[in-house]
């Protein structure tokens, strides 16, 4: 590149076979292109201690924003939603054994007793790509993270994402807002006996999610006319893992009627916090039946 | 071209991508300016054709690494075109004037988004439609994001202009010289 007579002609000999390599594996096929994750990943670690300050002093200059007033309030609401979310798990848990008790032996397949290992880890920064955005997370299979682990806030049990990929020492984590986050089941809840609508919700990639309200769910019948803005949307989704369902979504934000399909109603949900924009957060390990042995 | 030097600055313009971008998103979060692209840009104005063209399609690379996509080179070819338009027209501009680095940044981030969306969009086509990609909107917002890239190229500027002796860039060559 600088001076010197060989360095500069072998980096000009070489620069046409490079051209030539990117434009090959540009176009071939996702399944050949496997080692690609690994040194992203590798590049991740690289760039940690420069991308982990930044995101700190970007947090400092606009802090997501959260719903708690001071932290009185915001550690009541903590435990609330702890409450909240243990009643609705236990909840759905004893509902699910009603349906199942005469089959008990299958419902020990499908549905077994899961033990969840918490892991706090902090977000080291987010993918440089402006319109895919997944959080790149300072713990990796080293620590029992493996795709697919759930990604929570401790604060208020709220649900953030999935780990889509597992290297070493770090994650990457999508949020369920990320714009090429796949569709989730939701249900509004309107009580604390589970009681509530079910809902489809699509990221919309403004950090809401929007989707058509469905049929009512438990014992009291409910009409999509009783939807009001600020009730708790929960997980209720069988592609997602067990120990995940009833986590919080989101909050109604508004309620819509759906301009093609008459009287159905589109719900737009907010999570508490933006979810792309959080330090910190808890992944769900589930244990290998080796570790428990 | 100082070698060391543009490792270390690919470095920190990697990690105030990834770390800070998210800070500066407008609009609906997904507005963002780059802060890689202004660097491409400041080196293809200095750095030789050669050490122009690799440093471009190294940031290209890396950028491809950290996208979060599984697939290297839709960044890398993006750079490498930005890298030879610049080297074009760098003849004929003040390349010590920071509006020249604004300008050459929007123009780069508008190159650099159609590149990215055709190529991504051609996978999406031959491969399978990726979950919530469309081709359209994802131009839109990149686009905006090339002309606040501009914004944010103002600011770099003032930074990278002043370090332009420090990466032993070759002496700038008036094309047209004073009649003796």
Not at chain 1, 51 to 60: F, T, Y
Not at chain 2, 102 to 122: C, E, P, Q, Y
Request: charged share 20%; proline share 7%.
């Amino acid at each position: 590149m600088s001076a010197g007579t060989q360095k500069p002609s072998a980096a000009r000999r070489a620069l046409p076979l490079t051209i030539a390599a990117t434009v090959v594996v540009v176009f071939l096929p996702p399944g050949w292109l496997g080692w690609v994750g690994w040194f992203g990943d590798l590049a991740a670690l690289a760039i940690a201690p420069a991308s982990q300050p930044a995101k700190m002093v970007g947090d400092w200059l606009d802090p997501a924003r959260s719903r708690a007033v001071d932290a009185d309030a915001e550690a009541l609401a903590e435990r609330l939603s702890q409450l909240e979310l243990l009643l609705h798990q236990a909840q759905e848990r004893a509902g699910d054994l009603e349906r199942r008790l005469a089959e008990v032996e299958e419902w020990r397949l499908l549905y077994p007793d899961v033990d969840i290992d918490p892991l706090g880890a902090s977000v080291i920064g987010a993918t440089s790509d402006p319109t895919d955005r997944e959080l790149i997370v300072r713990a990796g299979s080293k620590h029992g993270v493996t795709p697919n682990t759930v990604a929570v806030i401790r604060r208020d049990a709220q649900l953030v994402g999935r780990v889509t990929r597992a290297s070493t020492l770090t994650c990457r984590v999508r949020p369920i807002t990320d714009p090429t986050a796949p569709r989730i089941e939701g249900r509004i809840m309107f009580d604390a006996e589970g009681n509530g609508l079910r809902c489809s919700l699509k990221p919309a990639g403004d950090g809401t999610l929007v989707g058509d309200v469905g049929e009512s769910v438990g014992p009291r019948p409910i009409e999509p006319d009783q939807i009001e803005a600020g009730m708790t949307v929960r997980l209720d989704d069988n592609t997602w893992p067990a120990h995940a369902q009833m986590l919080v979504i989101g909050h109604v934000e508004s309620v819509t009627d759906d301009p093609d399909k008459g009287l159905r109603k589109i719900v737009t949900v907010r999570p508490s916090v933006e979810l792309d924009r959080i330090s910190e957060l808890v992944l769900w390990r589930v244990p290998s039946p080796e570790e428990d042995g | 071209m100082n070698r060391i030097l543009f490792a270390v600055l690919a470095w920190v313009a990697l990690g105030l991508e990834t770390g800070l971008r998210p800070a500066f998103a407008v609009g609906d979060g997904r507005i963002s300016p780059s802060l890689v692209l202004p660097v491409a840009v400041y080196i293809a104005l200095f750095a030789t054709p050669l050490a122009a063209t690799w440093g471009c399609l190294i940031l290209g690379v890396l950028l491809d690494l950290t996208s979060g996509r599984a697939v290297v080179g839709p960044y890398a070819l993006a750079y490498l075109l930005l890298a030879q338009t610049v080297i074009q027209a760098r003849g004929v501009m003040m390349r010590r004037n920071p509006i020249v680095l604004v300008l050459l940044s929007v123009l780069g981030g508008i190159i650099v988004s159609i590149v990215v969306v055709a190529v991504l969009t051609f996978r999406a086509l031959v491969y399978g439609q990726p979950a919530g990609w469309h081709g359209g909107a994802e131009l839109g917002v990149r686009l905006l994001g090339a002309l606040y890239t501009g914004l944010v190229g103002f600011v770099m500027a003032l930074v990278l202009l002043p370090m332009t002796e420090l990466f032993g860039f070759p002496q700038e060559v008036r094309r047209f010289a004073r009649r003796s």
